[in-house]
């Protein structure tokens, strides 16, 4: 057996020696006292933690930036609140109107279930042709209050402040609690004002037509043809129908240029559009 020789290489690790300790604790030393000294403010001495230290500091805004953010706050909300209610107010004004229309719609077809609109000989333009037309609708209407009938009669179903056309003359007939001529008024049980408008041969050529004034929010303001006010009309010897005003026209009666039924044709409008655009 021939023995072998074992060579080591040379780069084995050597064991530490003791100086090399020292000097290692000497480095860490001079390391802490660097950390002491840039955050010295930070942490104690002991057990120091440059990491922990720093994210452990409590952080806060001075009263200047919180006025301030605030001051932002209320501006941004001042630009865009008024937006944001108006689009609230017309989408609950177009839902009452959609109600209104199909509470009139319905109660037109029971009617005729009875009696053929063929069969209503209303009178042409008078107080006792209003009075025929509001008591053939009556009993298909949740009415809660009658105001009766006869000229610019029904006080109390009707706001107080006299109704304006949307060019921002006065409505067609109205004054302080009414609106048209020959009309009678009644409230519904959802607070809708309803006034019940008989127009005459000499308004509409084509024949004697019922008019339906409706204040889809009550009492409340604007009390504008074409904002809070529509008018929805029914040929009573004819179809029978509810029709929306300005059902089949191009709108131009949506306008400030049409008097005092300035505003008449948005009920159409704003029914089809679902929006207030004008």
């Not at 298909?140 to 009766?148: A, D, F, P, R």
Request: glycine fraction near 8%; charge should be neutral; hydrophobic fraction near 35%.
């Amino acid at each position: 057996q021939h023995a072998q020789s074992v060579r080591y290489p040379d780069s084995l690790p050597l064991r530490p020696s003791a100086n090399s300790q020292v000097q290692d604790d000497m480095i860490f030393q001079d390391d802490k006292s660097w950390f002491r000294g840039s955050f010295g403010a930070l942490a104690p001495d002991k057990n120091f933690s440059p990491l922990t230290s720093y994210f452990s500091r409590k952080f806060a805004f001075t009263l200047a930036e919180v006025l301030i953010t605030l001051g932002i706050i209320g501006v941004v909300a001042a630009m865009t609140m008024p937006s944001l209610l108006n689009k609230t107010k017309d989408k609950e004004i177009i839902a009452r109107l959609k109600k209104t229309y199909s509470m009139l719609s319905q109660a037109a077809v029971m009617i005729q279930v009875q009696t053929p609109a063929s069969e209503w000989n209303l009178v042409d333009e008078s107080v006792d042709g209003a009075k025929s037309f509001y008591e053939l609708f009556k009993p298909y209407l949740k009415i809660t209050k009658e105001c009766g009938c006869g000229y610019n009669a029904p006080a109390g179903c009707w706001s107080k402040d006299v109704t304006k056309a949307l060019d921002g003359t006065t409505a067609r007939c109205a004054v302080k609690g009414s609106v048209g001529c020959y009309v009678c008024g009644a409230r519904l049980a959802d607070g809708t004002n309803l006034i019940f408008d008989l127009w005459g041969s000499n308004i509409t050529p084509d024949g004697n037509r019922g008019a339906f004034w409706v204040d889809v929010n009550g009492d409340k303001k604007p009390n504008v043809l074409g904002r809070d006010v529509f008018l929805f009309r029914i040929e009573p010897n004819k179809s029978g129908i509810v029709v929306p005003w300005g059902t089949d026209t191009d709108f131009s009666g949506c306008s400030t240029k049409t008097g005092d039924l300035s505003g008449a044709d948005c009920t159409a409008k704003v029914l089809l559009e679902d929006k207030f655009d004008y």
